[in-house]
């Protein structure tokens, strides 16, 4: 007789996210976040001033084709809005992605670590993960992950800023990849961090994808640089109309709400905020990781809202001791048993805590 789930959903490895409490229906003011890669900002007030206006019609369901927002994305983009598709945050879209790309014992060459939801997909698929170890900078390695590429490969998923490192790929590697995972292989560039990358120089994907004759698939967040990781909205641009109705087919009904998408356009066209939130997390990035190097930490290269760190003590030590101080940062087993930390930058407050508590675990 069947089991149920059936093996292949029993056998998905990837843990839940950990879950943290709200107290009274608000984020817990007492705990210090920095595990999580959410920003210390609220989202923009015109956001929260279009979410307000558009609960006022939640009774009625959201305009499924988004039409507000892929309006404003293919402005800023240049993708016309039938190569679009949207998700409930886009980790829904890197599930898509996967489901589009995958059957049963087809092969996935990733990086690792990496961030785990486009891996979970190729899973939910039945198709088989191939981890290419990170470069020593935490960036992908490219001609690693493109020597792992075999005639099973379907999938070449690349995160550039990564998570949980922070590296970004540079423009050759990209240009390599670009040209040499094969047409027969969907190419899946995950940009949750790109707009703190652009900032600071780093190399314009969608522009370099115009040089790929393969299939491509690139996804985007309003959790990070846009500060509504509370509201749920990611999307994904495509190399052609067949792949975004793909990726369409496999969204839930609805599967944005009014407020999410009113906040996510309204973010979208307000660029002095945007700008203000790359330049304070920039800022703060360099305040955390001049505080650490002098304790004896090791920062690896960050574009994104976070920093990596190797610690002087066992990261997971370091913690759990953290936590019982309510700072929650997130250790890694990376790039060997000691490991590191992956610490979000947040306020100053927050970074002034974690130093000092820091100062306090680490004393000789
Ligand atoms: C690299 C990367 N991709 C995707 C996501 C998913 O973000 P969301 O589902 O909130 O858009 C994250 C979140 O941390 C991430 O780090």
Request: hydrophobic residues 45%; glycine residues 8%; aromatic residues 6%.
């Amino acid at each position: 007789m069947r089991g149920f789930p059936i093996e292949r959903i029993r056998a998905i490895t990837f843990p839940p996210p950990p879950s943290i409490a709200d107290v009274k229906g608000r984020a817990d003011a007492g705990l210090v976040r920095m595990n999580l890669n959410e920003s210390a900002r609220a989202p923009s007030p015109k956001a929260m001033e279009a979410a307000s206006l558009a609960l006022l019609d939640a009774n009625r369901y959201p305009d499924h084709e988004c039409r507000v927002l892929a309006a404003a994305i293919a402005a800023k983009t240049g993708v016309p809005v039938d190569r679009m598709s949207f998700g409930n945050g886009s980790g829904e879209v890197l599930v898509a992605a996967a489901m589009v790309s995958i059957e049963p014992g087809d092969e996935a060459v990733m990086p690792a670590p990496t961030f785990p939801t486009c891996g979970k997909g190729v899973q939910i698929a039945g198709g088989r993960i191939v981890n290419v170890p990170l470069k020593p900078d935490g960036s992908n390695d490219i001609p690693a992950m493109l020597a792992a590429v075999t005639e099973r490969t379907r999938l070449f998923y690349l995160c550039t800023p990564n998570n949980p490192t922070g590296g970004t790929i540079g423009s050759d590697d990209l240009r390599a990849a670009f040209k040499q995972v094969p047409d027969t292989c969907m190419l899946v560039v995950d940009e949750a961090y790109f707009e703190f990358a652009s900032v600071e120089g780093g190399p314009d994907v969608l522009a370099l994808l115009k040089e790929r004759n393969g299939p491509w698939i690139v996804t985007r967040s309003f959790s990070k640089a846009y500060c509504m990781a509370g509201l749920r909205v990611g999307y994904a641009l495509a190399s052609d109309r067949d792949i975004a109705y793909g990726l369409w087919q496999l969204r839930p009904n609805f599967n944005l709400g009014r407020p999410a998408l009113a906040a996510a356009a309204a973010a979208m066209h307000d660029e002095p905020y945007l700008q203000e939130t790359l330049r304070l997390t920039i800022t703060e990035r360099r305040r955390l990781s001049e505080a650490l190097i002098p304790m004896g930490f090791e920062a690896f290269p960050s574009f994104a809202n976070f920093l990596t760190l190797r610690a002087p003590l066992p990261a997971s030590e370091l913690g759990r001791e953290l936590e019982k101080k309510k700072i929650l940062v997130q250790p890694l087993v990376w790039p060997d048993e000691r490991g590191s930390l992956r610490i979000t930058v947040d306020s100053r407050e927050s970074t002034d805590r974690l130093v000092e508590a820091l100062a306090d675990l680490i004393k000789p």
